[in-house]
């Protein structure tokens, strides 16, 4: 990767394109396999399971006439079982239904009793769900629980020595500058906010609490590198720490950014400690069109393309079983399916533009070349909150999509039998309509952030 990487193009596109593949591959497989497996449990034939779209690149047929392929297109998948028109399941199929005898045609898709075909639908989606809380749980079964209670884990090495001398591990924290915390995530988003400013900091007890002055400056460590940045260009590396820009010292994480943003995009040299040695190297920041938080104004932005974590204080982690951490992966997926609500409601209100939500394959391949490069743990963390949320998309009453399939069934339990087929063809095209829409302007979003 270090000599693709020197080639111009070449190595940050591999660092791109090579994670998106991988987590698509696994995502679309768990999803169709779902289908595949309940489908056959419930007698139901597949011709065809794919993996990608559009011309076959491998493929074999397993002894029970089920053809498994590697197409060109890694953007998706699908089943086609038997006796369906096209991969979508919307349709039968009326000529591939005559030429099959009847032991063929019971095994077909659309004589499959309603349950059934509901159950083979319903399980692409659960399938996704069960891939995110199995990885969420095998993180806490070697990496332990984090306790979401407001309370010192650890300390890290860098963080600035007032902050280090001030708290200590065990610390119970119950509010800052008088505003109360209720948990972990709340006590990190309080001290970022300080940006290095002294800040109250109330410490509970047995004896009672008692509050001690702090001074909170997130180091500028690198956490991360996003593939295909100013940084990776440059020769920016994880664990690097940066001391100065253009000889000046800066004092943490906000200051680069402060500096980064009053650069305009000019050419800066960042004075970097990797170990032990002290580094020089330049670079030219990118600078991207973005929008303006407070105003929603039409802005440029330049960027490093660096990564920061909010890892200068640690929560308490405590050792889990094999029950304990199935609990935690069925949280944390839920904690997952609930956040991708939320954003869908702010839309909806109002309260959130959808540019600033939605993002479409270019911005999925963006974050999985992040994630590769920040570790093995963020990558596997990031295939489940991947799967959990694809889990949760396809349930969507949306013609085209498992939800709308659900939607058509349901209709079917109630009238007795199902729709015109007419109809059924009206809704599925209105569906595909929402959806390619939606896919289009995802796309031409992410385009407008490049």
Request: charged share 15%; aromatic share 6%; net charge negative.
């Amino acid at each position: 990767m270090d000599l693709l990487a020197q080639i111009p193009l070449i190595g940050p596109t591999l660092a791109v394109v090579a994670p998106f593949i991988l987590v698509l591959a696994i995502v679309v497989f768990v999803h169709e396999f779902g289908h595949y497996i309940v489908g056959r449990w419930c007698g139901i034939g597949a011709d065809v399971f794919s993996v990608g779209f559009g011309k076959e690149l491998y493929g074999w047929t397993d002894r029970r006439g089920t053809r498994w392929r590697i197409a060109a297109l890694p953007l998706g998948g699908y089943v086609k079982f038997s006796g369906d028109a096209d991969a979508s399941s919307a349709s039968a199929d009326p000529q591939a239904l005559a030429r099959m005898t009847d032991a063929e045609r019971a095994r077909s898709f659309h004589h499959a009793a309603l349950g059934r075909r509901a159950l083979t639908v319903l399980a692409g989606p659960v399938a996704n769900f069960i891939l995110s809380i199995v990885i969420f749980a095998l993180m806490a079964l070697g990496q332990g629980r984090p306790l979401d209670a407001p309370v010192i884990g650890a300390i890290s090495d860098d963080a600035n020595p007032e902050f280090a001398q001030a708290l200590r591990p065990g610390d119970r924290i119950s509010a800052v500058d008088g505003a109360p915390v209720a948990d972990f995530a709340a006590l990190q988003a309080a001290l970022q906010a300080s940006d290095g400013a002294p800040v109250a900091v109330t410490l509970a007890g047995e004896s009672g609490a008692r509050t001690v002055e702090v001074i909170f400056r997130a180091p500028a460590r690198v956490d991360g590198v996003s593939a295909g940045g100013a940084a990776e260009a440059a020769g920016v590396k994880p664990g690097d720490v940066i001391v100065a820009i253009d000889g000046a010292p800066i004092s943490g994480f906000a200051e680069l950014q402060r500096r980064t943003a009053a650069s305009a995009g000019a050419p800066m040299t960042l004075s970097i400690r990797r170990g032990d040695a002290l580094l020089a190297l330049s670079l030219t920041p990118q600078v991207t069109q973005t929008t303006d938080p407070a105003t929603g104004a039409a802005m440029s932005r330049p960027m490093l393309g660096i990564q920061k974590q909010s890892s200068e204080i640690l929560p308490v982690v405590e050792p889990v079983g094999p029950l304990s951490a199935l609990g935690f992966g069925v949280e944390r997926t839920w904690m997952v399916v609930a956040l991708s609500l939320s954003g869908i409601a702010e839309v909806v209100t109002g309260a959130q533009d959808a540019k600033d939500v939605l993002g479409g394959p270019i911005r999925i391949a963006e974050i999985s070349g992040e994630a590769a490069a920040s570790g093995v743990a963020t990558f596997v963390g990031l295939i489940a909150v991947l799967s959990a949320s694809i889990g949760l998309i396809n349930l969507f009453p949306v013609p085209v999509l498992d939800g709308g399939h659900l939607m058509f069934y349901a209709i079917e339990a109630v009238r007795g039998r199902p729709l015109r087929e007419r109809w059924q063809e009206i809704g599925n095209g209105i569906g595909l309509a929402l959806v390619l829409s939606l896919m289009i302007f995802a796309t031409f979003n992410d385009l407008a952030r490049l």
